[in-house]
Antibody
């Protein structure tokens, strides 16, 4: 079945970076993009950006521009999200989600399959 | 960015009764060339990731019970649970994908049993 398996929880100090992985299976990885969404404790959902798994084209939410990098590795069907210069308010669960769209430079914008989430805690 | 506003923040409904959630967008989500509303609904149970329920405002995702329905157009949308079941206790989020370069979610609505 289609699934996204994310890496384990991370504890980071302020100013550090974190890189979360998302391994896809059950579908052709390069046929769909991946969105990243985060959820701070007891808060709602916040879209961080999208990457085409076909050509690596990225679209980042404005508030994360310059601080986030999304990449993919097609041979291992894995997507990555790196967030730098971490602050305490970056403490959140980070989700990857498949976009069912098939265009290479623009997300369809839906998220039909989700990973279970990776908890990132930023604390000194 | 398009702002999505949900109401109420929470609601408690007796088992078997109707639950209704509103979602309003700061601009129309109706794309005239396709005549489709770029609005999705997600359900999130505690400790779990969100689950896609509806897209195009009213198209039910496979496997979603038909007691759930989505409606609305333009800037005003509604998610209705016709007969609330215990397993429906969750947060519900609307999301616009009209501007696919800047996806935004509503603040969420918590549904509980009264």
């Amino acid at each position: 079945q289609v699934q996204l398996v994310q890496s384990g929880a991370e504890l980071k100090k302020p100013g550090a970076s974190v890189k979360v992985s998302c391994k896809a299976s059950g579908y052709t990885f390069t046929s769909h993009g991946i969105s990243w969404v985060r959820q701070a404790p007891r808060q709602g959902l916040e879209w961080m950006g999208w990457i085409s798994a076909s050509n690596g084209y990225t679209i980042y939410a404005q508030r994360f521009q310059g601080r986030v990098t999304m990449t993919t590795d097609a041979p291992t069907s894995t997507a990555y999200m790196e967030l730098r210069s971490l602050r305490s308010d970056d403490t959140a669960v980070y989700y990857c989600a498949r976009d069912p769209g098939t265009t290479m430079i623009l997300p369809e914008g839906l998220m039909d399959v989700w990973g279970k989430g990776t908890t990132v805690t930023v604390s000194s | 960015d398009i702002v999505m506003t949900q109401s109420p923040d929470s609601l408690a409904v007796p088992l078997g009764e109707r639950a209704t959630i509103s979602c309003k967008s700061s601009q129309s989500l109706l794309y005239t060339s396709t005549n489709k509303n770029y609005l999705a609904w997600y359900q999130q149970k505690p400790g779990h990731p969100p689950k896609l329920l509806f897209y195009w405002a009213s198209t039910r995702e496979s496997g979603v019970p038909d007691r759930f329905s989505g409606s609305g157009s333009g800037t005003d949308f509604t998610l209705t649970i016709s007969s609330l079941q215990a397993e429906d206790v969750a947060f519900y989020y609307c999301q616009q994908y009209y501007t696919s370069r800047a996806l935004t979610f509503g603040g969420g609505t918590k549904v509980e049993i009264k």
